[in-house]
């Protein structure tokens, strides 16, 4: 199973930005790597008043880190960008959907369907919700309907 990762920014960037996002992010992965490798090495010369205990806990935390950027760096080769903006399509809502983010998706599509302000679009989003686990209650025999 992935795991996927939200980033959110606070400003709207532009498509090479998010284009060149792909390299910043794989570059300063790798270069995070290798400026820590050998890990031993780079603990004992960065923390030379470290000793027992101390030094071994250091050393473990960043061989975690230097394993996890590994794992990170064609993942970041390789991600996807999802834009929250009105006219999303159909790939993008679903991607939404599947990264734990259905309700949000929802809303989104009631506002570029049928033209929804974001108050009336949560609305009716939460009505449909209510539908839907009133529903899923009934069928599961937890209430009568």
Not at 29 to 42: I, K, N, Q
Not at 69 to 89: E, I, M, S, V
């Amino acid at each position: 199973m992935a795991t996927k990762i939200i980033l959110t920014t606070d400003e709207t960037l532009s498509m090479e930005e998010v284009s060149d996002l792909r390299y910043l992010f794989a570059d300063a992965l790798g270069e995070f790597t290798a400026h820590r490798s050998p890990e031993v090495d780079y603990v004992h010369g960065r923390h030379a008043d470290l000793h027992g205990p101390l030094l071994e806990d250091k050393i473990r935390q960043v061989m975690r880190r230097t394993q996890l950027a590994r794992k990170l760096h064609n993942a970041a080769l390789t991600y996807k960008t999802l834009l929250d903006q009105p006219g999303l399509d159909a790939e993008t809502l679903e991607e939404m959907a599947q990264a734990g983010e259905r309700a949000k998706a929802c809303v989104l599509l009631l506002r570029d369907v049928f033209g929804m302000e974001d108050e009336e679009a949560k609305a009716t989003f939460n009505q449909l919700e209510d539908k839907r686990i009133s529903k899923l209650m009934a069928e599961q025999g937890l209430v009568k309907s």
